[in-house]
């Protein structure tokens, strides 16, 4: 079992920058797949961006691509989000996810495929 916490939320303008931190425990996060969701108010989760074990391949949503990148260092066990360009729309509580199965296609962009949870940062974006 692995346990995830996430940071580096918080208040950003317009147009700025973030960077979330996803840390892991436990176990070595090169075991698994890892993702990153969000959740804004009075909406349903959605998938941002994924990466697989060997970071060789990376998975964006069509409303981050270009302006998020998902990295992950396995030496430091933490899986990382860079997000540039910030919109308002873009405000939500970003959580981290980690997936034991081998995921294909859309099962990346489904939170059901994903076994262990972050409890999640928030993220506000101001005009």
């Known amino acids: 079992q692995v346990q995830l916490v996430e940071s580096g939320g918080g208040l950003v303008q317009a147009g700025g920058s973030l960077r979330l931190s996803c840390a892991a425990s436990?176990?070595?996060?090169?075991?698994?797949?890892m993702g990153w969701f969000r959740q804004a108010p009075g909406k349903e989760r959605e998938f941002v961006a994924a990466?697989?074990?060997?970071?060789?391949?990376?998975y964006y949503a069509d409303s981050v691509k270009g302006r998020f990148t998902i990295s992950r260092d396995n030496a430091k066990n933490t899986v990382y989000l860079q997000m540039n360009s910030l919109k308002p729309e873009d405000t939500a509580v970003y959580s981290c996810?980690?997936?034991?199965?081998?995921?294909?296609?859309?099962?990346?962009?489904?939170?059901?495929?994903?076994?262990?949870w972050g409890q999640g940062t928030q993220v506000t974006v101001s005009l």
């Open positions: 990466i697989r074990r060997s970071a060789d391949y990376t």
């Open positions: 996810a980690a997936s034991g199965k081998i995921l294909y296609g859309s099962r990346w962009f489904s939170s059901r495929e994903y076994d262990y």
């Open positions: 436990g176990r070595t996060i090169s075991d698994y797949a």
